[in-house]
């Protein structure tokens, strides 16, 4: 039985950084990956939505997954999300991933095309191979790839021994239960990354065990907090810091600029980490944002002096 603790925690999904033209900085990302380093959590994960990765190039993600590698291995439990938009590019991530020795990649399914299962099979499995010494995770994420893991599939991908793990960023909590209970019935252990922020609590509480999400960066402290409460099951106290986290988020979402955008700030202003903004067509901060985010910043202090 391979050893999955490595995975279960709070995992934050790093965010892209950009120098002052717009284009990857590996200082930046190698200083955010030093910021996670010393928040204590327990790995990050790279190159997802929150990485803005979609709108990046191939080499563009090799050199961040290569600068976040230089600081973090030994230090975090690094998972390198690598797909993209097709099965070369991805197959090529995945073999770079092994290759700097990442400890597991991640995979949405293919996007714009509604595929027959069988490809989406296909798809993941050919990324999978070409890290065969890597573990695996399925990026559940239907709001935004388009596609559901609905559970033929699921049961098609646990025949791929690397699968360890779905990151489950469906907005129903009742798919956690159903990973995590077919995934131990095949496997005897499995894993279910929570993956919407706003409902750590609930999802933690139906299965999940740990969680991957965009929100944690700019508040990891918080979030390491509220999985302790649930461990030690002070459920109460759990969901007051639940509801103070939300109030944050959505705070963060009410400006014109993009929710990472305004991710951004809060880091400039209360860590003083600068890791430039966002790539078109994501929204860049509008003078409005500042205020909204300085708020935010504001929150994300008073709920450490309150809970910490
Ligand atoms: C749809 C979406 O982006 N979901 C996020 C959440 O962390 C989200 O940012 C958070 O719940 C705020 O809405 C994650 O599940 C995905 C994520 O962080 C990533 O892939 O980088």
Redesign the pocket.
Known sequence: MRDLSKYKGIIP?FYACYDEKGEISPERVRAFTRYFVKKGVKGV?VN????ECIYQGVEERKTVIENVMAEAKGKLTVIN?VACNNTRDSVELARHSQQVGVDAIASIPPIYFHLPEYSIAGYWNAISAAAPELNFVIYN?P??AGTALTMSLFHEMLKNPRVIAVKN?SMPTQDIQMFKADGIAARGEFLVFN????QFVAGRAIGADGG????YGVMPELFLKLNALIISGECERAMELQYDINAI?YQMCAGKGN?YAVAKEILRINENLDIGGVREPLENLHEEDKAIAAQAAEMIRKAQDKYL
């Open positions: 999904a994960y997802g939505s929150s990485g999300h994420i709001q935004l960023s993956g919407p922020d706003e991957i999400g965009g929100t988020i929710m």
